[in-house]
């Protein structure tokens, strides 16, 4: 019995064995080929109708961008036909998309329209060269050609000598096919790029004239000493306004922690208040915090009380330490805004090639943009983390081999599993045609699902290693995406089981007494390996098959669809979850481009083998082309604006998938010509191929000296040594340039959450927080000693050109009811919408960017033909702009009542002008300066916020202002000009 048993795990083992050898040996099944396309094109056929009747009556799903953009920003109206939307998505040019959803979403709209022109014509040149040579070349096989399954009669596997010639000619057009598209769109992309430069709202932008430095040396850790180095890049004419970096210690950690708990705070509050007329018999609990266990145990505790004097106790240490910030504390980090866009852009273009008294000069990107936490990130920590990151993305992409290797063997043929996995065989021997079917499917469905998570942890990791910006990070991730999967895929999954083979007969060879060359001679890698190619070329034309139902159920946006009526109606969202809901989702730059990067790798790698895969391809990208293009227009937004930046990660890769392409030609060429791979013939196709690499690197160089300084800089020589500019005085800063508040880091500003709870538990606050305790353990601020500050520090903060005061956040919409409940929102069910919310910073970072979007470019520095946002004593109840309700509320809400707000002298001031204006609002220490700099008329409350919080400039560049400002110029005092607002609104 024993011997019998182990008889058996020594003869699966073996079968296993050979199954890793070739995971492929019978993978053409025409069951799974015919599922393959039904499924992929009657199912994508139907999610398509499906779509095109739901969305006139789904426009929270279909339509957010629609509803929730400006009128700059926002598509065109589509009428309720169900087709109606192709004509407005066909109809609408690309210098309207520019405007519509920014130059990152029209640059990708412009490489997906590029790869799927190169395919289109690619198949031609595929399929009709191609398609008749290997067919005419199999002409050896005709006595067997019956046997042979019609799609590997495609492949060149039955074709020998000389017509591989066709192969080399084809290798030529797909690589002049590649870089003429290339050459075209690079030219256009180099002219939308301009277009950018010269828009009104680049230029309007600070970013575009800020310099990023990092890595500043501890002597010049100043204001002055920032100006000093990019004076060392490059003279000009302007003095740069700058702003050293503050430490801003612990903040990041504590705010990060206090959103946290809000949000847990919010998911007990909604599940105990679910149902208000029957509240649960127990209250929640929860885990206590790591730091909290000396005082509360690791028992769990009421979650309510816990979570609410945690809030109380995250909110006083933040105020703490906003207040303790020092001035002299400065960081490795620093901005420098310059007047003009030419004279930071020369500058940057000055030290591109090595960094100026040991820090690195960057364009600075938006404020948003930044990963702050990273800034200050020493070199050595730098080198350190990235060498281990970069260890660990390759230890996690080795470790996909294992799980790659049993999907190509299993998923990719079930007889391979029938063959270890004896009843499964005899139910796949009765039921054929059903696991025909299911092959057909699953196999590169669970392929697809297998790498969704992969984006997330690279972003983390890359996080860590110490990338300075969002966008930066996106295409990097790209990069590694990209390299993962054509490792994993390409390589082990198409390209292991003939490795495998072959090592197997080369140690078999071997045993018989053989030598190694010999042995490996006899192994025949290159023709075991263009076989099993050959083979896997099946499953990578169903793959590309599936490729229509994934765009399909993109567009249909199945799993918002599905999991937002989840979420609603099975669970019980908290309010912010459920404005999040109805929020347009962010574009995934980075997972969409590595998708399609990868089908073209693809289809230039195989589209040769099995040309079939060619037309598949062009057809995928035809088809998604339109569905991304509405896609972009009117569901998903663009987080973060990069302004293109993704366009030369493109190009190299693109340049790299036509060099694997003429890889696997060569390899087909070698093993398949006449003789062996040292013979003439064979060697004559092999070095008529040698010019291909070398002329890849030729048009890279070229690429890269006519277009790419032109898409980075605006300009590499200074504005003052322009040509017909050189006697401009241009040393006046412009007025708006407070690059220390807007470079600023959020965490010293940052406004924090408060907790959110449905209006129909309202009446239940009181009972469910009666009975908490004052002191809780006496670890946390009893709920009356609460600041309503939300985390602001009591007492002037200056430095710089940042400046923070003492804020009363007194809102409406917002109850404080202090004494007995902590300070909640309640939020009606009428206001539980995105448009509500959508300029708050909270929500407006995650599904806004800066805030473009909507209207309000945090970024922008331009001045607006009225002031708006001041609010008369006409004007009482109303929010800015005349809307009466609180759905478009500012980060900084307004407050009703009759009565003025006093904000000390000037505030007094402001009353006689009959002008109301933000509640909290101080007299600095120096509020005096004001008065004698020229500051622009606010154009909104933040405008205004940024204003107030602007405290002593910079020493030397402070003087130098005042130095060349006139009385004339200055038009009076700041609130002297607020009176002339008024008075002009009046009239």
Known sequence: MLLEILQTKESVTDELLNLIADPFQSQVQ???????????????GLLFITFCFLRPHISAVYAPRQKHADEKHAPPPLDSGPFSWIRAVKDVTEQELVEKIGLDAVVFLRFLRMIRNIFLVCTVFGCGILIPVTIVGGHSFYEHWGNIATLMKFTPQYTFGTKFWAFVAISYLFQG???????????????????????????????????????????????????????????????????IGRNVKDLPELIEAHDKTVRSLEEHLAKYLHDPNKLPEK?????????????????????????????????????????????GNAMSYGFASYPRIEDAHAVAYASRKKGLSGCDVYLAPKPHDLLWQNLPMSRAVRRIRMFWDGLWMVLFTVAFIIPNILTSVFLSDFSHLGLIWKSFQEDLEANPKGW??????????????????????????????????????????????????????????????????????????????????????????????????CNVSTFWLTWQMQRNLSAATDLVQVWPLIWGSIQRKWFSPTPRQVIELSAPQPFQYADYYNNYLFVVTVGLC??????????????????????????????????????????????????????????VIALVVGAQGIGSINSIRNGNMLYAMAPLPVLLVAFKWYCKRTFDDKLTYYSTTPFSDLEGNSHLDISKP????????????????????TPMVHAKSQHLLREIYGHRPNADHGLFEAPHRRSTDRGMPRTPLAYSDLFLSEMDHENVGKQDMRGEIPQVEIVKE?????????????????????????????????????????????????????????????????????????????????????????????????????????????????EMDDILRAGQESENSKQSLLDRQTSEERGGGYFDQVGKAERFRSN
Not at 30 to 44: G, K, L, M
Not at 296 to 303: C, I, L, N, Q, T
Not at 865 to 879: E, K, N, R
Request: net charge positive; proline share 3%; glycine share 8%.
């Open 177 to 243: 096919t590649v870089c003429f598209f290339l050459w075209w769109n690079y030219r256009a992309v180099l002219r939308l790029r301009r277009a950018y430069f010269d828009s009104a709202d680049y230029q309007s932008s600070l970013h575009s004239r800020t310099l990023l430095l990092t890595h500043i040396s501890g002597s010049s850790r100043t204001d002055a000493g920032i100006a000093d180095i990019v004076e060392e890049a490059q003279q000009t004419q302007a003095l740069p306004r700058t702003a």
């Open 436 to 533: 025909g079917i299911a092959q057909g499917v699953l196999a590169p469905l669970v392929q697809t699902l297998m790498y969704m998570g992969i984006p997330v942890v690279f972003r983390r990791l890359y996080t860590h290693s110490g990338d300075v910006s969002k966008t930066s990070r996106e295409r990097h991730v790209t990069s590694r995406l990209y390299a993962f999967f054509v490792i994993n895929n390409l390589v082990v999954f198409s390209v292991f089981g003939s490795a495998w083979r072959f090592v197997a007969s080369v140690i078999a060879a071997q045993d018989q007494d053989q030598g190694v060359w010999d042995a490996i001679k006899s192994g025949h890698l290159f023709s075991n390996t263009m076989t099993g190619l």
């Open 606 to 663: 195989f589209g040769t083998l099995q040309p079939l895969i060619l037309p598949i391809t062009a057809f995928y990208l035809a088809m998604d082309v339109g569905f991304k293009k509405y896609l972009l227009q009117y569901v998903l937004i663009t987080k973060t604006e990069s302004g293109g930046r993704f366009w030369r990660l493109l190009v190299n890769r693109l340049l790299f998938a036509v060099l694997l392409g003429n890889a």
């Open 30 to 44: 025409e069951n799974s080929i015919y599922a393959a396309i039904v499924w992929s094109f009657a199912v994508s």
């Open 283 to 327: 209250r929640p609990l929860c885990k206590v915090a790591k730091e909290d266990r000396n005082t509360f145990g690791r028992e769990r505790v009421d979650a309510i009380n816990y979570l609410t004097g945690r809030i109380s106790k995250l909110e006083t240490e933040i105020r703490e330490v906003r207040e303790s910030i020092d001035k």
């Open 734 to 753: 412009k007025r708006n340039d407070r690059v220390g508040v807007r470079f600023g880091n959020p965490a010293l500003y940052k406004r924090l959450m």
């Open 830 to 942: 009428k206001d539980l919408n995105f448009g509500n919310f959508k300029r708050r910073a909270e929500f407006r970072e995650e599904f806004g960017g800066d805030g473009e979007l909507y209207g309000r470019p945090e970024d922008s520095v331009s001045r607006p033909a009225t002031p708006l946002t001041f609010v008369t004593m006409t004007d009482v109840g109303l929010y800015p702009g005349g809307e009466s309700s609180k759905t478009d509320m500012d980060e900084a809400e307004w407050t009703r009542g009759n009565s003025v707000t006093e904000v000390g002298y000037h505030g007094a001031r402001a009353a006689e002008l009959g002008t109301q204006y933000q509640r909290g609002y101080q007299a600095t220490r120096r509020m005096e300066e004001f008065d004698s700099v020229d500051i622009d008329i606010p154009t909104s409350p933040f």
